[in-house]
């Protein structure tokens, strides 16, 4: 199957993320990020929240052209990217990308400030979601877990629902030239070892 997710040249400086494997933590992302609260905070937020929650950035509730809470876990591989993308690509507005061949998942995307200056965290919670979460290192927050309050005040979070065959021990995550973020879910196949592939 072709893609359209390979951009990395000869020499790309990769750094391997740890994925996490059952957070406990039940109580995180507790607070919904409404509409309202989203409309007020981009627009008194300024370039850098726009760069990060704004149109096309992985981690903005209106990606998907429609408000939907990054906090909530979203069924990505349901769909097509092409079909939920191609409005913004058409006007070079995301840099996201995912997809599926025979052994694994991918999904892509353009961090939205420089990785340097974030702390990201891959999740993967028992067979169920993916989570992807970052805050500035700048910020810091009043609550004992910046992620229990007004969470999108001190980062940003995207929570994906993992495909019922993805093998959620095995999933790896890197980051690109401080730049892109690319997480691999490999699927579970009966004799078949997931390919380890510089480019996908």
């Known amino acids: 199957m072709a893609s359209s997710l390979c951009h990395c040249p000869a020499m790309t400086p990769r750094r391997v993320l740890e994925v996490q494997l059952d957070d406990q933590n039940s109580q995180k992302w507790r607070v919904s990020l409404t509409e309202d609260a989203f409309s007020t905070f981009i627009n008194h937020g300024g370039d850098p929240v726009k760069r990060v929650f704004g149109e096309g950035s992985f981690f903005s509730p209106l990606l998907f052209g429609k408000f939907f809470d990054p906090a909530d876990a979203f069924p990505l591989w349901e769909f097509e990217s092409e079909a939920l993308l191609s409005g913004l690509r058409s006007a070079s507005k995301t ?31 028992k067979e169920k979601v993916l989570e992807i979460s ?17 969470w999108w005040e001190h980062g940003f979070v995207r929570r994906l629902e993992l495909p019922g065959d993805a093998n959620w021990r095995r999933i790896e995550a890197y980051i ?14 009966s004799g078949v070892e997931p390919k380890e592939s510089e480019c996908v």
Do not use: M
């Open 176 to 189: 690109d030239n401080e730049i892109f973020l690319e997480i691999k879910i490999p699927k579970n196949i």
């Open 95 to 125: 840099s996201v990308d995912w997809v599926e061949t025979d052994v694994e998942y991918v999904v892509r995307a353009e961090l939205p400030v420089g990785a340097r200056k974030i702390e990201i965290e891959v999740c993967a919670e």
């Open 134 to 150: 970052g805050q500035w290192k700048s910020r810091e927050s009043n609550v004992r877990d910046w992620r229990t309050g007004h």
